[in-house]
């Protein structure tokens, strides 16, 4: 599986951004994907998770009501809706594919995207 992801940008704080995932390969439409971050000096976080079909979602706490993750299998794509952004978020976003379902350790993920940075100003 690849992975590319696109859509990061400068947007101010309380603004909005959609990220996508484009994927390839044939069993890429079977894979959990899910979404982390990573801001200069910190750890990788976890951020949002998608199981293969779409049927479950889970979210770290931080974003919980503000960021939505979707996926559309026939076009091998997974998005992540991001609203009311915080300059705190600012950060390179990856999107990454695992076998598990709802997995927050970036251990758990196998193929992982080149990022695309995000930066949010107050």
């Known amino acids: 599986v690849q992975l590319q992801a696109s ?6 704080a309380g603004g909005s ?13 079977m ?11 910190k750890e990788r976080e976890f951020v ?13 706490d931080s ?7 979707s996926r559309d299998n026939a076009k091998k794509m997974v998005y992540l809706q991001m609203n009311s952004l915080r300059p705190e978020e600012t950060a390179v976003y ?3 594919s695992s076998k598990f379902r709802g997995a927050e350790a970036a251990a758990a993920y196998d193929y992982w ?4 940075q995000v930066t949010v100003s107050s």
């Open 63 to 69: 974003v919980k009501g503000r960021f939505t993750i």
């Open 31 to 41: 894979y959990a994907m899910g979404w982390f971050r990573q801001a200069p000096g």
């Open 7 to 12: 859509g990061g940008g400068l947007v101010q």
């Open 48 to 60: 949002a998770a998608i199981t293969w079909n779409g049927g479950y979602t889970y979210y770290a």
């Open 113 to 116: 995207g080149q990022g695309t």
């Open 17 to 29: 951004l959609r990220l996508s995932c484009a994927a390839s390969g044939r069993a890429a439409a």
């Open 94 to 96: 990856y999107c990454a």
